[in-house]
Structure formats: C-alpha cells, structure tokens
C-alpha cells in the first residue's frame, strides 16, 4: 500500500475479530512510528503495549469505576465540553455511528452500551498506551510530537491489515491504566491505541468521516 493510499482509506476501527496479534509484526509497527519527527530530537514518547489479561485488568476498572460514577481521571489538562464548530463535527460524527449500528436516538440502553465499548477500549485485541516523559510535563511540545508519533502508528499498522482507534476514552481512569500496565511513574499517560484486526461485518467499521475541504483549512500567503 503506498503512503497516499494509506492516508486516504485509514478509517477508525471500533469492531475487531477475536484474533491475537503477532508480537513480532507490532514490533514493526512501533519500529516504523517511531521514526516520528520530534522537536529537536527529543522523541519523548513510550508504548506499553497490552493484551490478554492486563488488558482484561485494565477494561474491567475501568468500566467499573465509570459505572460508579467516578470522575474521570487523566494525567493531561482536559479541554471540556465541545462547542461551536468542535461540538457539530463531534455531534456529525456521532450520528453517522448510531445510524450505522442502529441505535435510535431514544435507546438509551444501546447508547450507553456503545459509550461503555470505548472504556473497554472496543474490545480490542491490544491496547497500545502512549505515554511521555515527565520532566516535559511543564509544556505542550510533546503533546504534538505524541500527536505525530500516533499517527504514524496507525498509519503503519493499516498498511498493514490492522485497524486502530485513537481512543481517549481508554484512558480516562488513568490510576487503572497506570497499574495494570505497570507504568513507571516519570511517564505521563497521554492516550491509548486500540488495535487488532478489523471485523468486516461490524458496521460501524465502514463510516467515513467527513473531512473539510484544503480552502477550509488552509491559507495561502504569498502565492501569486
């Protein structure tokens, strides 16, 4: 698969077949992120990569304490409630999902089951959790620089056959997290990948986000 074939069919994976994934082909997934550009070269990021029963650990305290009532915990400044644009693309994104699963708007039963999928990180075969060092907490640099290196992660694993989800959700009870995948404490947790290999007959799987258009985005100065 070439890169732009790569960037053009990546889509988020929610739905994965009750398949193991190699340990040697994640290596080479992580190998080729982890050539990410980084600011001067600091590459602050670390993979803990989970499966079978760490990973079970992990979904099960989560799911729990979310059920509880607990307030989510994470280790980065949350930005809040969306608004204004961010909350209508977040809002769009939402009903292309519940429409393509089936879930209508006052099935609330099915609308919390999909919301507790996301804590149990989809049920994922693996869960890779992206995490930085500490002694960079005070800045927002290496946040970008986890940015690239996730993406690049993702990338390199749908040129592959797998399918990922960049899954905030996975990690929103950090001290669970952080205990089960035996996270060193000079590492911060930013965000958790959930992978594995997609299920074709999830329907969810085929949604494709709407994407602005480059005169949206983007401005040209100095172009004649």
């Not at 290596?27 to 992120?33: G, N, P």
Request: aromatic letters at 8%; charged letters at 25%; proline letters at 5%.
């Amino acid at each position: 698969m070439e890169l732009t074939e790569a960037m053009q069919t990546r889509r988020s994976i929610r739905g994965f077949r009750d398949k193991p994934v190699d340990r040697a082909l994640l290596e080479e997934i992580i190998a080729l992120a982890n050539r990410a550009p980084s600011s001067m070269n600091t590459q602050p990021w670390h993979f803990h990569v989970l499966t079978g029963a760490p990973l079970e650990r992990v979904r099960e305290g989560n799911s729990t304490r979310m059920l509880e009532g607990v307030p989510p915990v994470r280790e980065i400044v949350d930005h809040g409630a969306y608004a204004g644009p961010h909350r209508d693309r977040q809002v769009e994104i939402a009903k292309q999902l519940f429409a393509a699963m089936g879930i209508a708007r006052e099935d609330k039963e099915m609308r919390q089951d999909w919301v507790m999928r996301g804590f149990r990180q989809f049920d994922a075969p693996v869960s890779i959790v992206v995490t930085f060092d500490k002694s960079l907490e005070g800045g927002t640099i290496a946040h970008f620089d986890l940015g690239a290196v996730t993406y690049g992660l993702v990338l390199a694993a749908w040129e592959r056959g797998l399918g990922a989800v960049i899954n905030g959700q996975g990690i929103m009870q950090s001290p669970v997290v952080r205990e089960h995948a035996k996270i060193p404490e000079d590492e911060v947790i930013m965000t958790c990948v959930a992978l594995g290999w997609p299920d074709e007959e999830f329907s969810a799987n085929a949604v494709v986000s709407r994407r602005r258009e480059v005169d949206e985005v983007a401005r040209f100065v100095g172009f004649d």
